[in-house]
T-cell receptor, first 110, second 116 residues
């Protein structure tokens, strides 16, 4: 059965810390891996990763895919309270079939 | 403004009373999809559509119907809602990359449904 597992499920850190969120997967027909940020409403897109070893970066956020290890990490440096959210990892198996992980709830304390 | 809209945003109903949640996108996306989000279970795909008149089941299609008669609209129909369909529902849309793969998906604001 296709599976996406995120860890940790919950993380509380202080402002300014660096965090690393993990996503591992067991899916057939892998096409791409996506990261989303969900605050109080709809998930918003962060990154799409298709190739192993190529880092995608946007400001303080970065992400990389390791196809050999069937995993991806999302890094956030110099965290701010506005980074508090649920971070979702999803695997695309082609077309619009997405399998999501349970999410990591990140809380940044001032 | 590019967006995905859903209506209603909040709905409380009773078991067995048919309801429709509408979804519309103004980005001319080929792909549209419905998800439900439940605590501890994350987002699970209900149905998706690759284009007009083309729909397919996701992981949790039981108790739901969809239709895609126009490119911009993708309504979710609950013919006989039950309490286990109480959830937060999201509609999403995405472009085709031309290789049969959907590009990133854009989510609507969500519909919180309670079935008593």
């Amino acid at each position: 059965e296709d599976k996406v597992v995120q860890s940790p499920l919950s993380l509380v850190v202080h402002e300014g810390d660096t965090v690393t969120l993990n996503c591992s997967y067991e899916v057939t027909n892998f096409r791409s891996l996506l990261w989303y940020k969900q605050e109080k409403k709809a998930p918003t897109f962060l990154f799409m990763l298709t190739s192993s070893g190529i880092e995608k970066k946007s400001g303080r956020l970065s992400s990389i895919l390791d196809k050999k290890e069937l995993s991806s990490i999302l890094n956030i440096t110099a965290t701010q309270t506005g980074d508090s959210a649920i971070y979702l990892c999803a695997l695309s198996q082609g077309a619009q079939k997405l399998v999501f992980g349970q999410g990591t709830r990140l809380t940044i304390n001032p | 403004e590019a967006q995905v809209t859903q209506n209603p945003r909040y709905l409380i109903t009773v078991t067995g009373k048919k309801l429709t949640v509408t979804c519309s996108q103004n980005m001319n996306h080929e792909y549209m999809s419905w998800y439900r989000q439940d605590p501890g279970l994350g987002l699970r795909q209900i149905y998706y559509s690759m284009n007009v008149e083309v729909t397919d089941k996701g992981d949790v299609p039981e108790g739901y119907k969809v239709s895609r008669k126009e490119k911009r609209n993708f309504p979710l129909i609950l013919e006989s809602p039950s309490p286990n369909q109480t959830s937060l529902y999201f509609c999403a849309s995405g472009r085709s990359t031309g290789t049969g793969q959907a590009d990133t998906q854009y989510f609507g604001p969500g519909t919180r449904l309670t079935v008593l």
